[in-house]
């Protein structure tokens, strides 16, 4: 078991999120190892690994999509197991490969999900109309989804993980499709919540992205974290210089290439703590 190495910072009461030692087999694929992390309030953690590495499985199961098979997930002050519903009303999602219903309008569907998400009927027409404005939707109001492109219904779905207003988002690649515009538009949506306090968990492969973006990045492989920490906390984890990029530790750690410092002292301390 590997808990984050940053754990020593970290004060349980800060956590909107906290994931600990969590295991995960489909049938005979064992797809987490004991993945443990948490998220401060404002806090953005990037989440990364290689393909198949666990993380759309964490996401889900932090949402209660999935069931985990062992480990403790709380959100919110709320265990999940405890208590299953009570904390999803404060969490935003943007899945990995949406369902998005195509026979609506744009303007439709944020509707339809505001209402779902219980936002009050006299503040949801402008809520959509702005959120449309912010990422040049509007002129897609009233267009059916099945006319968008991929890149307008990812940005629909963005919006709608955000109707709620969340304490808590959930983005699973969130960036897959949508044009430079749009992602320099999200990320500063997503800075402005962050700020407000929102805090934010955050899957993506775009590793320049993660390192300007992101407070601190959990690197995960094979179902279990192998770094977790800020950009100066990850680099003296490779030993491999002042300018280090995260592509680099990324690639060293993944590939268990030598100079990569032992985990198990880190282990060993968590273990006694608990
Ligand atoms: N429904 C499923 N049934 C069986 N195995 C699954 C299922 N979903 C995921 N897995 C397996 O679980 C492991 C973790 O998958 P997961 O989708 O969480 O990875 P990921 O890190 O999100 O990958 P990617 O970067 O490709 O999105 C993989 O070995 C995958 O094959
Ligand atoms: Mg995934």
């Known amino acids: 078991m590997l808990f984050d190495d940053t754990f020593d910072r970290y004060d ?87 369902v998005i219903p195509e026979y609506l309008t744009a303007y439709e569907f944020l509707y339809y999900f505001g209402r779902i998400r219980a936002v009050p009927e006299n503040v949801l027409k402008d809520k959509i109309e702005g959120f449309m404005k912010l990422l040049g939707l509007i002129d897609k109001k009233k267009e059916l989804i099945v006319s968008l492109s991929k890149g307008m219904k990812q940005k629909l779905i963005f919006l709608s993980s955000l109707i709620c207003e969340p304490k808590l988002l959930l983005l699973d690649e969130p960036f897959i499709g949508i044009d430079p515009e749009g992602q320099y538009e999200i990320k500063s949506i997503l800075k402005g919540l962050s700020e407000k306090g929102c805090s934010i968990l955050l899957s993506t492969h ?69």
């Not at 906390?233 to 032992?262: A, N, W, Y």
Request: proline share 3%.
């Open 12 to 98: 349980p009461s800060q956590a909107i999120l906290y994931v600990y030692d969590v295991w995960k087999a489909y049938d005979s694929v064992s797809a987490l190892n004991g993945i443990s992390l948490y998220v401060k309030k404002g806090e953005i953690l990037g989440l990364i690994g290689p393909n198949g590495s666990g993380k759309t499985t964490t996401i889900k199961i932090i949402l209660g999509l999935l069931k985990k098979d062992r480990g403790i997930v709380n959100v919110l002050g709320y265990d999940i197991d405890k208590e299953p519903f009570k904390y999803k009303q404060f969490i935003g999602y943007v899945p990995e490969a949406a």
């Open 206 to 274: 775009l590793l320049d992205f993660a390192e300007r973006f992101c407070d601190r990045v959990a690197i995960i492989n094979k179902g279990k974290n192998i770094a977790t920490g800020d950009l100066e906390h990850l680099k003296q984890r490779v030993s491999l210089g002042e300018d280090t990029t995260l592509e680099q530790i990324f690639l060293t750690l993944t590939k268990d290439q030598p100079g990569v410092k032992d985990n198990r002292m880190v282990e060993e301390k968590e273990r006694r703590r608990f």
